[in-house]
């Protein structure tokens, strides 16, 4: 395949040079590029593992968990962060968080033992999630404190536990005023029923304080789920039980872009092809989410996250700060201090943001029937992307033999190895440097949160991309498979899981 200068694209109607194209600039972590940027690094480790590839980085890690924890030493409030570690299953990162100390949030038996072969101690340790009996069973008497998700569970648990080990616990509330349904949690209303069987079961049961989490960003939403919180905890001490605990949960926003206008002006060309106004910069009949009818476009998109440019510590400070109406203007930090309550939280993709990136290789190029160019990859988008999600971001394209051709950009789609139509890890047209060749590299960033992980496909036999941490140590990138990554202290030797 050859791409003329003078052609004009099809998607845009511009001639090389007429004007940029429709474009999606991703954030990258400084670490990353310079590592991205030594080509002597990367080859190395791309020949030791080949591809596809997920690289995690975990001073990365180290540094986003310095911030919030800087914004929480500001606001003068006890607090502890739960790294949740179901955001990424590598060792890299639970063994980071564990030689940080930090405490961990697991939401299953395979995760819990995973945080004990870290490092993690049983009072390091909380379990959130449904639960079932056979899981409730492991959990009574391990001595690490169960978020407790429903009316049964607690009942189930409060039968299970013995005053020779109370089981610390946590109720995990929901249907806040204002606030969407969630599966999750205790309704508001039905609390007091919890409250009594807490009170009955004291020496069994030892009630730390109220949970929530909001899937939002939204302030003012978390700002009624915390006065709704805090008048609970009025209920709890009038039964003569001494909660603790404020935790309020994880939700803190990742931010994909570098650049807000440009998002937004793809995002509006995306739109106008999907009405018939515009090129169409998408593959079928995909919509992302939007409600198509005729010339209108309505909705919210699937990849609304994407357009997110507050950094967690920010959102985190902003939250803390916020004033609460029935305080008297304090905020959830002051409040929760002025109560002796010490404020949990429970970051994910905070903790993994710009941490990771992903790997794959350029199998071959081809044409389809509409003449739209379909690049193919040694991954499937189950590899880097949720099914239900759109990474709008966009991959950095590398040569396979430096130095890279001096070309036109192209509009393509990715397209995955699996033999199936939803195959596809882009459904809307990207813009690469030039057009791709068998070997070049194709590098997503910012995978390390749910991206590499979540749905991740082992169909038609693939074997799944070897995860690698990567680190700066004495003037060189090194690389450790993750199976074999143990964390090391500033000036120090690496750690075991039994020293963290």
Known sequence: MTV?????????????????????????DSLVQDFLADRAALDRVIER?????????????????????????????GYRICYAHKVNRSATL?????????????????????????????????????????????LA????????????????????????APVPVLLRISGFPDSRPSRFGIPV???DRALDVLRASGDRLDFRGLAFHLDTGDIAERLRAAETCFGLLEQAYARDLLPSVLNIGG?????????????????????DGLSGRGPRMSWGA????????????RGTPVFHKYANTVAAEEMLADLLAAPLEGHGGRGIGRVAADNLLEIWLEPGKALADLAGITLARVEFVKESADGSVLVHLDLSRDSVTPADQEVMADPLLLPRYPPAPATTPVGVYLAGRLCLERDLVTAHKIWLPWLPRPGDLVVFPNTAAYHSDLSAAAAAMHP?????????????????????????????????????
């Open 464 to 500: 799944p991309a070897h995860k690698v941490a990567i680190e700066w140590r004495d003037g060189t990138f090194r690389a450790t498979p993750d199976a074999e990554f143990r964390p090391t202290p500033p000036g120090g030797e690496p750690l075991s899981p039994e020293d963290s």
């Open 286 to 297: 995909t919509t992302f989410g939007y409600q198509v009818d005729g010339t209108s476009v």
């Open 141 to 164: 008497g391990s001595g690490v404190t169960v978020n407790i998700d429903n009316q049964w569970e607690l009942e189930t648990l409060a039968g299970l536990a013995r005053p020779t």
């Open 94 to 138: 639970v063994r980071t968080a564990a030689a940080l100390r930090t405490s961990v949030d697991v939401a299953s038996a395979g995760e819990l033992e995973s945080a004990r072969q870290a490092g993690f101690t049983p009072d390091r340790i909380e379990v959130t999630g449904p639960k079932g009996e056979v899981f409730l069973r492991t």
């Open 49 to 77: 593992f080949g591809t596809p590839l997920h690289l995690l980085f975990p001073q990365v890690f180290t540094d986003n968990l310095a911030r919030l924890t800087e914004v929480l030493d500001a606001a003068a409030v």
């Open 251 to 271: 939700g803190l926003r990742q931010v994909f872009t570098a650049d807000e206008r440009r998002f937004d002006e793809y995002v509006h060309r995306l739109r």
């Open 4 to 28: 003329r200068p003078t052609t004009p694209d099809p998607a845009t109607g511009t001639t090389a040079g007429s004007a940029r194209p429709p474009a999606l600039p991703a954030r990258w």
């Open 189 to 191: 209303d039905s609390v």
